[in-house]
């Protein structure tokens, strides 16, 4: 089956604009993840869905980051007026945890955002 | 706070010898562990979990509670191995990962 897909791929924004990174989980994937990867370090984590409740926020960066599940499936993660600090790989993540165990997470390609 | 050290950013082995790459982590609680690899254009994957005691592609990783690592050894490096490999520390069963700033692994024939 299809696994978690991210559009766009690349994206390049002047700085101020505004953009919107989406993401495709697993179909019946209850938990979504997102995460920010810059450049030579591990990914770090932005925030987390289980089906469109967002239980956690603590690591959105600034209030200018904001994300949305709506329907608990495709989520999307969007910056307001962009700064040069925003670039990086914005990677989204979905697994289907079962009570009591530790669910593997599945990573999409990610979206390559470069702000000039 | 948690923590995940991964103090070798690039680890360079011939083709047939160990390799071993280093993690350490700082959690007051007892976290699940992984290994999770990222190979030349593509997505990052699970390569194993500390959970399931598996071997995975040759690799395997111990749990030392004592000096709070996770090391990832494999006894003869293959060119496949080469990649970018992340451990990462998962607080509750449900929830974000913490990941280290991942090593790069280079096997030369």
């Known amino acids: 089956g299809a696994g978690v897909s991210q559009s766009p791929r690349y994206k390049v924004a002047k700085r101020g604009q505004d953009v919107a990174l989406r993401c495709d989980p697993i179909?019946?994937?209850?938990?979504l993840f997102w995460y920010q990867q810059a450049l030579g370090q591990g990914p770090e984590f932005l925030t987390y869905f289980q089906n469109e409740a967002q239980l956690d926020k603590s690591g959105l960066p600034s209030d200018r980051f904001f994300a949305e599940r709506p329907e608990g499936s495709v989520s999307t993660l969007k910056i307001q007026r962009t700064q040069q600090e925003d670039s990086a790989v914005y990677l989204c993540?979905?697994?289907?945890?079962?009570?009591?165990?530790?669910?593997?997470?599945?990573f999409g390609p990610g979206t390559r955002l470069t702000v000039l | 706070a948690q923590r995940v050290t991964q103090p070798e950013k690039l680890l360079s082995v011939f083709k047939g010898a160990p390799v071993e790459l280093k993690c350490n982590y700082s959690?007051?609680?007892?976290?699940?562990l992984f290994w999770y690899v990222q190979y030349s254009r593509q997505r990052l994957q699970l390569l194993l979990r500390h959970i399931s005691r598996e071997s995975i592609k040759g690799f395997t990783a111990d749990l030392n509670k004592g000096e709070t690592s996770f090391h990832l050894k494999k006894p003869f490096a293959q060119e496949e191995d080469s990649a970018m490999y992340y451990c990462?520390?998962?607080?509750?069963?449900?929830?974000?990962?913490?990941f280290g700033a991942g090593t790069q692994v280079v096997v030369t024939p």
């Open positions: 993540a979905s697994s289907s945890p079962k009570s009591g165990s530790w669910d593997e997470q599945f």
């Open positions: 179909s019946g994937h209850v938990s």
């Open positions: 959690y007051s609680g007892s976290p699940e």
């Open positions: 990462a520390l998962q607080p509750d069963s449900w929830g974000k990962l913490q």
